[in-house]
């Protein structure tokens, strides 16, 4: 089963920073792109950042770029972002998805974390 | 950046009853790429629809995805207690790469 699950969120002062984490297990983690993507309260949802399967490519939305840096450890199944100069619009919770393409033709985020609570 | 529309906003139906959920993009898209997703409070989202019209593993058949061009559809023939929730649809493209609707809530009547 595939199972993702974020950690680190928390409550920070603006200007300060949070690393969040997201472990997964259930598939083979080397061989997916991946994805944070946040809700900020009783908003819809705002892709952040993804990385590549090797973590050489990385992309980031306008709103969090040069602030937010995403990474990842794949000897530990593990997908990080690391989140500075924090602002009060960054309250959000923050979800890891794992980007799989079925049939090599349609694209999604086909598995989801429950979310970690950011709150600035 | 293409913008998805969804509509309406809220969807107040009974148990047993047809939802009807509209998502119309900026512009003209692939339909390989649109996706619908569920979010029910504290729990993950679960994809529903890939490609339009494709239903991912699991899902019942009374959930279906149509559309092309700008215009698409996910409809729920009969609801269940369970289906009330918010649905998203999403559209993979170059940048950003995920882009997605507002949502709509279906919500009991």
């Known amino acids: 089963e595939v199972q993702l699950v974020e950690s680190g969120g928390g409550l920070v002062q603006p200007g300060g920073s949070l690393r969040l984490s997201c472990a997964t297990s259930g598939f083979t983690f080397s061989e997916n792109y991946m994805t944070w993507v946040r809700q900020a309260p009783g908003k819809g949802l705002e892709w952040v950042a993804n990385?590549?399967?090797?973590?050489?490519?990385?992309g980031y939305a306008d709103s969090v770029k040069g602030r937010f840096t995403i990474s990842r450890d794949n000897a530990k199944n593990s997908l990080y972002l690391q989140m500075n100069s924090l602002r009060a619009e960054d309250t959000a919770v923050y979800y890891c998805a794992r980007d799989w393409w079925y049939s090599e033709r349609y694209p999604t985020l086909d598995a989801w974390g429950q979310g970690t609570v950011v709150t600035v | 950046e293409i913008v998805l529309t969804q509509s309406p906003g809220t969807l107040s139906l009974s148990p047993g009853e047809r939802a009807t959920l509209s998502c119309r993009a900026s512009?003209?898209?692939?339909?390989?790429?649109l996706a619908w997703y569920q979010q029910k409070p504290g729990r993950a989202l679960r994809l529903l629809i890939y490609?339009?019209?494709n239903r991912a593993a699991g899902i019942p058949d009374r959930f279906s995805g149509s559309g092309s061009g700008a215009d698409f559809t996910l409809t729920i023939t009969r609801l269940e207690p369970e289906d009330f929730a918010v649905y998203y649809c999403?559209?993979?493209?170059?940048?950003?790469?995920?882009?997605f609707g507002l949502g709509t809530k279906v919500e009991i009547k």
């Open positions: 990385i590549e399967a090797d973590g050489s490519q990385k």
């Open positions: 999403q559209l993979y493209n170059r940048s950003p790469p995920w882009t």
């Open positions: 512009q003209s898209v692939a339909s390989s790429y």
């Open positions: 490609g339009a019209s």
